[in-house]
């Protein structure tokens, strides 16, 4: 059932992969490996022909080398060739992969909307580059099972009779190998949870940075993060283990066993070179095939993962605030919404009900982590409620937060970003930066990036790009956290004379004037 469930998977995610060509891909990695198969049995033939005289059986190709033995460094240069040329398309292969399940998956968690900021971040970053690794493993295994069948045909043709006894002793393997792929497979999935869990921590960490300091908890909080870490160590060496003794064993075992035979059992007296390097050659890539199937393994709850995200977008839309023109006196009404993470079992509203009204200044207050920041995705339509519905008098929204998006271009592109459909002269851009003191020389084509400008500048360059949207609905989430006192008074200007409803998340609330003040608390109880 569980093979059944995997290529099932497999088969359901491979349909969501933009990389063309993908069955070409696989074909071409597969006749590297014949190429490069054939021609490894063909060196060890040559070697065993030339130092003993001895090959099983009679092949004219290595008569004709041997008797032009200038071809033999060309036989060893495509051999090694061709074996790079695959090893560059496998690369090029999980590459592209990673490149395409990355958009897949930023999009995917986009239109879900129950991701939270660390999940999403250990989805895009730690799932998708696993599963990515996980088309790599498989492509190897392929490989790997064609070399097996080259290298075994070989041995059948060389001497079935000692191929069989080897095979016996072969197949006596398999049970350490089922054992060792179980061990993997168990730190795998702890794993995934760990690595899953420290994310969010650092998540936590850097969001409060500023109470750690206040409150000098840091070294309480890096001990804890130390102690997450070294956690991790443990299970990743014990993985780490399991695996390099999973894809060793068999080369060891079987070599082991034939020292033994060797020694004792006078039927492998008459071994020829050829038939033991064909046997070195299968040990070894029967020890890649169990290194293929350990890495398989580790990256399957990785899979899970992602196909569980897809198919629950399955019936999903992309998802928008309902607009609606029956709202009368309110900007915004949130009725009956339950909402709560993805994996988690704690809702963060439920049943929530409330009116904002039309050209009102909210401001919403309590303690970090009580869903101050879940409210404002949910109201902006980046969260999507589990039941319950949001409307909203108009689409026209604008956005500042404490951590404001500047990207490497010039301070006008920073300024109109999203706002193509408007057209803004550089008077007016001009304008603004005068008045938000943002630069002492305002030059519109001057480059900056979210390094070359202070947090304050960054901020200030966010509340321009809203101002200039000329909203209906402002939403704020720690606006004015980077601003000295007298931009907060300037600001508080602007919003004061401001013509439309603003949704206020702040933990200095005596920094505005404004209608009504919200203690998160009284909602979510």
């Not at 597969?30 to 009679?58: H, M, R, W």
Request: proline share 1%; aromatic share 14%; glycine share 4%.
């Amino acid at each position: 059932m569980k093979v059944l469930n995997f290529f099932s998977e497999l088969n359901f995610l491979s349909q969501f992969s933009n990389l063309k060509f993908k069955k070409t891909r696989l074909i071409i990695s597969v006749f590297f490996v014949n190429l490069s198969a054939g021609l490894d049995i063909l060196i060890i033939l040559i070697f065993s022909k030339f130092f003993s005289d001895q090959i099983s059986g009679d092949y004219w190709i290595v008569e004709t080398i041997l008797s032009n033995l200038y071809l033999f460094p060309l036989v060893v240069f495509l051999r090694f060739t061709f074996f790079y040329l695959d090893k560059l398309n496998q690369i090029n292969f999980k590459e592209s992969i990673n490149k395409d399940l990355k958009v897949f998956t930023l999009k995917e968690l986009y239109l879900n909307g129950r991701y939270s900021l660390s999940d999403t971040f250990f989805y895009v970053n730690n799932v998708s580059g696993h599963v990515s690794y996980f088309y790599s493993s498989l492509i190897q295994l392929i490989n790997s099972l064609v070399l097996f069948l080259i290298y075994f045909s070989f041995l059948v043709f060389a001497d079935i009779e000692l191929l069989f006894l080897m095979s016996i002793i072969g197949l006596l393997l398999f049970l350490p190998t089922r054992f060792l792929i179980k061990k993997s497979s168990k730190y795998a999935d702890i794993s995934y949870t760990t690595n899953k869990k420290i994310v969010g921590e650092i998540q936590r960490i850097i969001d409060n940075l500023l109470l750690i300091k206040v409150l000098k908890t840091n070294n309480k909080e890096f001990e804890g993060f130390e102690k997450s870490l070294k956690y991790l160590k443990i299970i990743e060496t014990k993985n780490q283990i399991v695996k390099d003794v999973n894809a060793s064993f068999p080369n060891f075992s079987i070599t082991l066993i034939l020292s033994f035979l060797i020694a004792f059992v006078s039927i492998l007296k008459s071994l020829t070179l050829d038939f033991l390097g064909g046997v070195i050659r299968l040990v070894q890539t029967v020890g890649q095939i169990n290194s293929s199937l350990t890495s398989l393994v580790n990256s399957r709850v990785h899979l899970e993962k992602l196909t569980k995200l897809i198919k629950s977008n399955e019936s999903n839309t992309d998802y928008e605030i309902k607009i609606s023109s029956t709202l009368d006196s309110n900007a915004l009404k949130i009725s009956g919404v339950d909402f709560k993470y993805n994996d988690s079992e704690y809702f963060i509203f439920k049943n929530l009900k409330f009116e904002f009204q039309k050209n009102k200044h909210y401001v919403i207050v309590g303690p970090n982590g009580t869903g101050k920041s879940t409210l404002m995705g949910l109201v902006s339509g980046v969260l999507r409620p589990n039941i319950g519905a949001i409307e909203s008098h108009s689409d026209n929204f604008a956005y500042v937060g404490a951590n404001s998006l500047i990207f490497e271009d010039s301070v006008k592109e920073n300024l109109v970003y999203g706002l193509a459909e408007k057209e803004f002269d550089n008077k007016t851009l001009k304008e603004y930066l005068d008045s938000f003191k943002v630069f002492e020389e305002n030059n519109l084509d001057r480059l900056i990036d979210n390094h070359s400008v202070s947090s304050g500048q960054s901020q200030k360059i966010s509340y321009i790009r809203a101002l200039l949207k000329e909203p209906e609905i402002l939403l704020l989430d720690e606006s004015t956290s980077n601003l000295d006192e007298e931009s907060k008074i300037y600001i508080n200007t602007l919003l004061n004379n401001f013509s439309g409803t603003i949704i206020n998340v702040t933990h200095n609330p005596e920094d505005f004037d404004y209608d009504l003040k919200i203690n998160i608390g009284d909602l979510t109880s």
